[in-house]
C-alpha cells in the first residue's frame, strides 16, 4: 500500500471532522522541519481548515515567536513535554485557528548531548487549553527524513484520535 494514498485519507477524514465542526488548526513544528504543514497542505480544500504554521528550529525563533519559557528551555535543548504544550498553545492564536498542534523532539542523534535514543514530544491544544500531549520514539534508521516522516504520520493519527475523543471541545 502506498504511504502516502494511506495519509491523503487519514488527511480527509481529518478534514471531515474539522470542517463539520466549522473548525481550523494550525501546527508548530520542530523536529518535523515543516513535514506537518506539508502534509496538511494536500489535504483536498486544506484552505477551509488549514490556517498555517511556523517551523521554530531554536531556542530564539521558539522563544520570540511562540512565547516559550526560555529559561527552562535552555535546561533541555528546547525538548520537553512544557514546550511542546506552550508552543500548541501559543500558534493556535499566532495563526486565528481552534486547534494547535506542535512537535519538538530529535530526528537524529546528537551524542554530545547524550541523545542516542530518538524521540519527540507532542501537545494538542484546543482555543488555547491543553487537550492532550505525550511522547513518540522512533528507530534510529540514519536516516532523519524518514524520522520526520514518521512523527508526521504518527501525529496526523493521534490528532485524528484526539478530534474523536468524548471530552474534546470538537464534540461540544
Not at 480527509?12 to 497542505?41: D, F, K
Not at 514546550?83 to 486547534?99: C, N, R, T
Not at 547524550?114 to 494538542?124: D, R
Request: charged share 15%.
Amino acid at each position: 500500500m502506498d504511504p502516502l494514498a494511506t495519509d491523503i485519507e487519514l488527511l480527509r477524514q481529518i478534514r471531515q471532522l474539522l470542517t463539520g465542526n466549522q473548525q481550523t488548526v494550525a501546527v508548530a513544528e520542530s523536529v518535523t522541519a515543516g513535514h506537518l504543514q506539508v502534509m496538511l497542505s494536500l489535504a483536498e480544500k486544506a484552505m477551509d481548515f488549514f490556517q498555517g504554521g511556523i517551523t521554530t528550529y531554536n531556542i530564539g525563533q521558539k522563544t520570540k515567536h511562540l512565547n516559550i519559557d526560555p529559561i527552562h528551555a535552555q535546561t533541555c535543548d528546547c525538548v520537553s513535554e512544557k514546550v511542546a504544550l506552550e508552543m500548541s498553545i501559543a500558534v493556535g492564536p499566532l495563526f486565528s485557528a481552534d486547534w494547535g498542534i506542535a512537535i519538538t523532539g530529535y530526528a537524529s542523534p546528537v551524542p554530545e548531548l547524550g541523545i542516542t535514543e530518538l524521540f519527540a514530544y507532542y501537545a494538542f491544544s484546543f482555543k488555547g487549553q491543553p487537550v492532550g500531549q505525550g511522547i513518540l520514539r522512533a528507530d534510529n534508521n540514519g536516516d532523519p527524513v524518514a524520522v520526520r516522516l514518521y512523527y508526521t504520520h504518527e501525529l496526523l493519527l493521534l490528532f485524528k484520535e484526539a478530534l474523536h475523543l468524548p471530552y474534546s471541545p470538537a464534540k461540544k
